[in-house]
């Protein structure tokens, strides 16, 4: 159990293009979801919070405008990463809370990575 | 051998020797702690917690070792195998339902 996929897992897309990267509990909900950025050879770097329902929390530094977070349902949290720029390239993860029994785990998605040319 | 530099440091050792992961952490008031191990191009893989009332966590080959005094963590890997080499990050969290924030990481090279 406690499955979070990340679709998709890797992507190209050319600079001043959007790109959307959709997160889903399998077989849980989760009112609330992670987005984090991890550039090459370096840590996760929390960018935002996602409340079902609700807007996004974000990270100090983090452009709310250019990486677009929805959270519709208890199952799926979308970032859009808006006109994306070859800085944006990095491995974007997903994490879902538990909220059960383990009120302090966080399950993790496999990952996509974005390639802006 | 240990060495840091611009990026990630590294750990080198032999198969089968015991292998000790530090991590400092930041933050005096995180309550939970995680291990995760990293290969390339996945997602963090979970290897064991520990809670802040705890100073000691034993798993399968692995134990954790938490020290609040100084804010810090470590792993040991009994018995390291090349399937053991990755990057490993520690993470805290202050509260349920608050984001885990990871630690620098440490890349583990086990060489046969």
């Known amino acids: 159990g406690a499955v979070v996929s990340q679709h998709p897992s890797w992507v190209i897309c050319k600079s001043g293009t959007s790109v959307k990267i959709e997160c889903r509990s399998l077989?849980?909900?989760?009112?609330?979801m992670f987005w984090y950025r991890q550039f090459p050879k370096q840590s996760l770097m929390l960018m935002a919070t996602?409340?079902?329902?609700?807007?996004?929390?974000?990270e100090q530094g983090v452009e709310k405008d250019k990486f677009l977070i929805n959270h519709a349902s208890l199952t799926l949290s979308t970032l859009t990463v808006t006109s994306a720029h070859p800085e944006d390239s990095s491995f974007y993860i997903c994490s879902a809370d538990s909220q059960g029994a383990q009120p302090y785990e966080q399950y993790f998605g496999p990952g996509t990575r974005l390639t802006v040319t | 051998g240990e060495s840091v530099g611009l990026h990630l440091p590294t750990l080198s050792v032999q198969e089968g020797d015991n292998s000790i992961i530090n991590c400092a952490y930041s933050n005096s008031a995180s309550d939970y702690f995680i291990w995760y191990k990293q290969e390339s191009g996945k997602g963090p893989q979970f290897i064991i917690d520990?809670?802040?009332?705890?100073d000691k966590r034993q798993g399968q080959r692995v134990t954790v070792l938490l020290n609040k005094t100084v804010k810090h963590l470590s792993l040991q890997i009994a018995a390291t195998q090349p399937g053991d080499s990755a990057v490993y990050f520690c993470?805290?969290?202050?509260?349920?339902?608050?984001?885990?924030?990871f630690g620098k990481g440490t890349t583990l090279s086990v060489s046969s």
């Open positions: 077989d849980f909900q989760a009112t609330t």
């Open positions: 520990i809670r802040s009332n705890m």
């Open positions: 993470a805290e969290k202050a509260q349920a339902g608050t984001a885990l924030i």
């Open positions: 996602s409340n079902e329902g609700s807007k996004a929390t974000y």
